[in-house]
C-alpha cells in the first residue's frame, strides 16, 4: 500500500496471474479497493489458470462442468504494487498467484509448480542463481506481410540482420531509451542490448539473482512490457519462436548456477572443467531434455525454429564454450562457474522454463546422473539423438517422461497436455497465415 500512497495519481489497478501459456489472466479494479486485494486477494475460477492460446476452456477439462467451474484464491505474490508505463492512464499491476480457498498452492499454477521447486533446492541447502536472456522482433505488423519497422530516426527500413551493429540499436534509440527507463520503474534488471541476427531482432540480458521466482517474474513481466511499449511507439513486438520463415528465431537462453549454505558456487572447482556436481546437473538436464521439450517448445510454430543449421539446438549434448550445443559452459573465471541452457524459444512460459531447467538439474545432482562425454566442434554435425522434431511429438514425450513427474505436479502436467493437445487440433484447421496471427502478439 505504500507503493499506492506514493503514487496518488494511480486510480486503476490490474491484478494479474500468468496461465500455463504464460498469458497475463486478470482484472481490472478501482484503486480505492486496493486494500481488500491486499487483505482478501481476488477469486477467478481455476479453468482460468488453464485456457488455451485462444483463451478458450479447455474441452473435457475436468476443472469446468465437472466441478462445477469453481473459484480458486488469488494473493499478492511479494512483488507488490508497480506501473504499468505502456498505458496512458497511471496504472499499477499487482501480480498474482492461486491458491486453495483454504490455502494451500493450486498444483495447476506454474508460478507454484516453480516455488516447488525453489523449495526442494532450499530443503537441501541449495539456492539456485538464474539469468535469461531474451531474443524478439520489432516488426510492422500493419500489412499483409511482416517486416521491419521503418526507423523512427531515419524512416528506413533494414532489409538484413546486422549482429552486434549499433547502427541497427540506434535506429531504435527512443524506444529502448524508454524500454529501459520502464525497465527502471518495474524493478526489472535490465542489462545489456543487442541487435541480433535477423531484421529487426535484438536480445537483451537481464541479471543473474539468487531468487528464481524474482527471475521468472522479471522474465514474465519484461516479455508483456516489450511488447506494450512497442505499440506506444508504432510497431508490435514479438517473442514469437519463429515470426518469419528465412531468419533467425527467437531463443530465451536460462544461465544458472547453483550456491551452497556458504555462497560459494557448487560448480565451481577451481578449474576450468568445473566440479562433479556441474556436471550431475548437466546429466540431469540432458536427460530430461526429450520429455521437457514441450515446456521449451510449447506452440506449433516453435518447431520452425528447432532446425539444424538455424543457430537453435537440435540434438541432445552439451560443450564448453561452443553455441551449436543444447547446453554450454561459458567462458568465465571459476566463481561464475555456470550452465547455460540454449533449448527454450522465446514463447515459452518462464516460469514452466524455469521449473524444468532447476528441476532437471536437481534431480542430476542428486542421482548423480553420468553424461556422455561434452561434444567438440559443429553440434549438427556429431549425429546426436534428436530432440522432438514435431509438437505431438513432444506432447507424448512429456505426457510419459518419468522426470517430468518428478518434477512437476501431476495436476499440472494432466491440464498442459490436455491443453496443447486441444492447440494441436484446432492449429491444424488454420493456415501459416492464420497461425503467425494467434501467435505474433500472445507468445
Not at 517473442?239 to 544461465?255: C, E, L, R, V
Not at 514441450?294 to 510454430?301: D, G, M, R, T, V
Amino acid at each position: 500500500m505504500d507503493w499506492l500512497r506514493d503514487h496518488p495519481q494511480v486510480r486503476t489497478i490490474r491484478v494479474a496471474a500468468a496461465d500455463l501459456n504464460g498469458i497475463a489472466r486478470g482484472k481490472r479494479v478501482p484503486a480505492r479497493f486496493a486494500h481488500k486485494l491486499i487483505s482478501e486477494g481476488t477469486r477467478f475460477p481455476f479453468s482460468v489458470m488453464n485456457l488455451d492460446i485462444w483463451g478458450e476452456d479447455i474441452e473435457d477439462s475436468p476443472l469446468v462442468f465437472e466441478s462445477g467451474d469453481v473459484d480458486g484464491m488469488l494473493l499478492p505474490t511479494d512483488r507488490g504494487f508497480m506501473p504499468m508505463p505502456w498505458l496512458e492512464a497511471p496504472t499499477a499491476l499487482l501480480p498474482i498467484w492461486m491458491f486453495h480457498t483454504d490455502g494451500r498452492p493450486y498444483d495447476g499454477d506454474p508460478r507454484q509448480a516453480l516455488a516447488a521447486v525453489v523449495a526442494r533446492y532450499k530443503a537441501a541447502g541449495l539456492t539456485p542463481v538464474v539469468a535469461t536472456e531474451l531474443e524478439f522482433y520489432l516488426i510492422d505488423d500493419s500489412g499483409r506481410t511482416l517486416r521491419v519497422p521503418p526507423s523512427p530516426r531515419s524512416g528506413k527500413r533494414r532489409t538484413g540482420g546486422e549482429i552486434l551493429s549499433l547502427r541497427a540499436l540506434d535506429a531504435f534509440d527512443r524506444f529502448f531509451s524508454a524500454l529501459y527507463d520502464a525497465c527502471e520503474e518495474m524493478d526489472i534488471p535490465a542489462d545489456t542490448a543487442i541487435s541480433e541476427a535477423g531484421p529487426g531482432q535484438f536480445e537483451i540480458n537481464l541479471m543473474h539473482q539468487g531468487d528464481a521466482l524474482k527471475a521468472a517474474d522479471d522474465t514474465w513481466l519484461f516479455k508483456m512490457l516489450v511488447k506494450g511499449l512497442a505499440r506506444n511507439h508504432g510497431f508490435a513486438a514479438s517473442f514469437m519462436a519463429k515470426p518469419y520463415d528465412q531468419w533467425s528465431g527467437n531463443g530465451m537462453h536460462t544461465h544458472f548456477s547453483v550456491l551452497d549454505t556458504e555462497g560459494r558456487n557448487i560448480f565451481d572447482n577451481g578449474g576450468p572443467d568445473g566440479s562433479d556436481r556441474l556436471r550431475h546437473a548437466v546429466g540431469g538436464c540432458l536427460a530430461a531434455l526429450t520429455g521437457s521439450t514441450l515446456i521449451f517448445a510449447p506452440h506449433e510454430n516453435s518447431f520452425d525454429r528447432l532446425v539444424p543449421d538455424a543457430h537453435a539446438p537440435t540434438g541432445i549434448g552439451w560443450a564448453y564454450e561452443n553455441r551449436t550445443a543444447a547446453l554450454r559452459i561459458p567462458a568465465s573465471g571459476p566463481v561464475a562457474r555456470r550452465i547455460e541452457h540454449r533449448v527454450a524459444g522465446g514463447d515459452v512460459n518462464p516460469y514452466l522454463m524455469i521449473a524444468a531447467i532447476l528441476g532437471a538439474a536437481l534431480i542430476g545432482i542428486e542421482d548423480k546422473i553420468e553424461p556422455p562425454p561434452p561434444i567438440v566442434g559443429n553440434a549438427y554435425a556429431q549425429g546426436l539423438e534428436q530432440l522432438p522434431l514435431t509438437w505431438d511429438e513432444a506432447l507424448d514425450a512429456f505426457a510419459s517422461c518419468p522426470m517430468t513427474k518428478r518434477i512437476f505436479p501431476a495436476e499440472l502436467i494432466e491440464n498442459f497436455v490436455m491443453t496443447k493437445r486441444q492447440e494441436l487440433r484446432y492449429m491444424a484447421e488454420l493456415s501459416p497465415e492464420e497461425q503467425t496471427e494467434i501467435y505474433l502478439d500472445t507468445v
